[in-house]
C-alpha cells in the first residue's frame, strides 16, 4: 500500500552563486551561495579550479559534437545547422540550481520555437566524479538512464544530450557551473556565454541577458553584454573522482551500531515527537532476500540526505538472539544510521507497535514527519525515486528557499 501526494503548487527559487566553489559547511551539496558571508558553499574546492579547462572565447566558432541523446539517438552540430541561433546549455539532474532552471528552458524553447533558435542542453559532468552528498536537493544523479528519468518527470522539450563519460565536448566549451549557457549567431561564432538570467528565483530575475543575446542575433543587431559570471553547482570534472572516492572511504569507517528496542521504544519512533527531522523506518530481516536487495539503496539515502532534517532507521525484526547476524549484515553494508533490533521474541508486537497499519509482511517502509504523520509507506520492493521523491516534497526549505516549493511543483 502507497499513500504520497504533491501538492501542485508555483515553484520559486533559491539563492544563488557565483562561479568560485568554496569550501562545504554541514551538508556537501553543489550549491553555494554568495548573498551572506555566513552563507554555505560547494565542498569540492576552492576558490579557482586550475584543473578544469578555460571558458571557450567570445568570438570562437562551435565545437562539434556527436552525443547520445535520452531519445537513444545521435546528436550531432550538423542536425542544427538551419537554425539562425544555437544556444547551448550545460545542465544536470542533481544541482539544485539547475532545477530551478529547468521550466525557464523549457518555456524558452517554447518562445523560440519557429524563430530560428535551436537549444540543445548537455550534461557534461562526469557522474562518477560526484560527492553522494552533493545529490542532497535530488532524486537522481548525471547518469544517462537517470537523465531519462529527469526528462519523462519534467516533461522536457529539448535535446537532453550526455557527455558525462569523457566529457570530450564538455572540455571544448569550459561551462563552470551548470547551467552555463552559449549562445552562437548564424555563422556559429560565440556571441553570449554565462548564465541565463540574474536569479534562480525567477520572480527575483531583473536581468535576462540570454534572451537579450538572442533576440539581439534575430534582429542583426550586436550583443550588448557578451558574458556573466555563472552562478551554480560547478562541473564535475573527472578529476575530482579523488573527492569521491574520499567521501566513500569516509563513510565506510563510521562505526556501525545495533541496539535492542521494545515496544515502547517503537511507539517513540512511530510519534516521532520534538525531533524536527522527517524519519525514514525500514523494517526488515536478515531471511527476507528482498530485504537485504534493497539494503544499498537506503544506505544510499542517509548518505544524500542526511545533512538535512532526515534520519533513516532500520529496525530487524529478527528474533533477538540472532543480534550478531545482523550485526554482521549492517557493518558490511556500512549502515552507520541508527539501526534497531526488536527485543521480543513474537515479532507481532513490533507490527502493533509502529501502529501504521503495517499486517507485517517484510520489507516494509515508511516516512514519518515531524508531527508523527504518515507521508508516504510501502510494503514490499522499494521504488527508490518515489521513496525519494517523497522525502524530498516533504522536506522544509533549510539553507535557502525554492527547494520545497521546486519538489511541489509540476511542469
Avoid at 562561479?19 to 554555505?40: D, E, H, N, T
Avoid at 566524479?129 to 545529490?135: G, K, Q, T, V, Y
Avoid at 538472539?321 to 549502515?335: N, S, T
Amino acid at each position: 500500500m502507497k499513500t504520497h501526494a504533491l501538492s501542485r503548487t508555483p515553484h520559486s527559487f533559491p539563492v544563488r552563486t557565483w562561479r568560485l566553489v568554496l569550501p562545504a559547511m554541514l551538508i556537501s551539496v553543489s550549491l553555494s551561495f554568495f548573498a551572506s558571508a555566513a552563507a554555505r558553499g560547494q565542498n569540492d574546492i576552492a576558490p579557482a579550479e586550475p584543473n578544469a579547462p578555460p571558458i571557450l572565447k567570445i568570438g570562437s566558432p562551435v565545437p562539434s559534437f556527436s552525443l547520445p541523446g535520452i531519445d537513444d539517438k545521435i546528436h550531432n552540430l550538423k542536425d542544427y545547422a538551419s537554425s539562425k541561433v544555437l544556444v547551448v546549455i550545460f545542465s544536470c539532474d542533481h544541482c539544485p540550481v539547475a532545477q530551478m532552471y529547468e521550466q525557464r528552458i523549457e518555456q524558452l524553447v517554447k518562445d523560440y520555437k519557429g524563430r530560428g533558435v535551436a537549444v540543445v542542453v548537455i550534461m557534461g559532468n562526469d557522474p562518477k566524479a560526484e560527492r553522494i552528498d552533493e545529490l542532497a536537493y535530488s532524486d537522481l544523479g548525471d547518469t544517462l538512464p537517470e537523465m531519462k528519468i529527469r526528462a519523462k518527470f519534467r516533461h522536457f522539450n529539448y535535446p537532453y544530450l550526455y557527455d558525462g563519460a569523457t566529457q570530450s565536448v564538455t572540455s571544448k566549451f569550459g561551462p563552470t557551473a551548470t547551467p552555463h549557457l552559449f549562445v552562437f549567431d548564424e555563422k556559429r561564432i560565440l556571441r553570449y556565454e554565462g548564465r541565463i538570467d540574474s536569479n534562480p528565483r525567477e520572480e527575483l530575475a531583473t536581468k535576462h541577458e540570454a534572451r537579450d543575446a538572442i533576440d539581439a542575433l534575430l534582429a542583426g543587431q550586436p550583443v550588448q553584454v557578451t558574458d556573466m559570471p555563472t552562478p551554480g553547482c560547478s562541473t564535475k570534472w573527472s578529476y575530482k573522482r579523488a573527492y569521491a572516492a574520499k567521501e566513500m572511504e569516509e563513510n565506510n569507517q563510521k562505526p556501525v551500531n545495533l541496539d535492542l528496542a521494545s515496544t515502547d521504544d517503537i511507539k517513540t519512533l512511530r510519534a516521532n515527537s520534538g525531533t524536527g527531522n522527517l524519519v525514514l523506518v525500514n523494517i526488515w530481516a536478515t531471511w527476507c532476500a528482498p530485504c537485504r536487495t534493497e539494503f544499498p539503496e537506503l544506505e544510499k539515502m542517509i548518505r544524500m540526505y542526511g545533512g538535512r532534517k532526515f534520519q533513516l532507521v532500520t529496525l530487524s525484526i529478527n528474533a533477538p538472539d540472532e543480534r550478531d547476524k545482523v550485526l554482521g549484515f549492517l557493518k558490511e553494508q556500512h549502515a552507520f544510521n541508527r539501526n534497531l533490533i526488536f527485543n521480543g521474541n513474537d515479532a507481532a508486537d513490533a507490527v502493533k507497535a509502529i501502529g501504521t497499519d503495517w499486517t507485517g509482511g517484510a520489507p516494509y517502509t515508511v516516512l514519518i514527519g515531524t508531527n508523527g504523520e504518515i507521508l508516504y509507506k510501502t510494503s514490499g520492493d522499494l521504488n527508490v525515486v518515489e521513496v525519494r521523491r517523497a522525502i524530498l516534497t516533504n522536506l522544509a526549505d533549510d539553507y535557502y528557499i525554492g527547494q520545497h516549493a521546486y519538489w511541489n511543483s509540476t511542469f
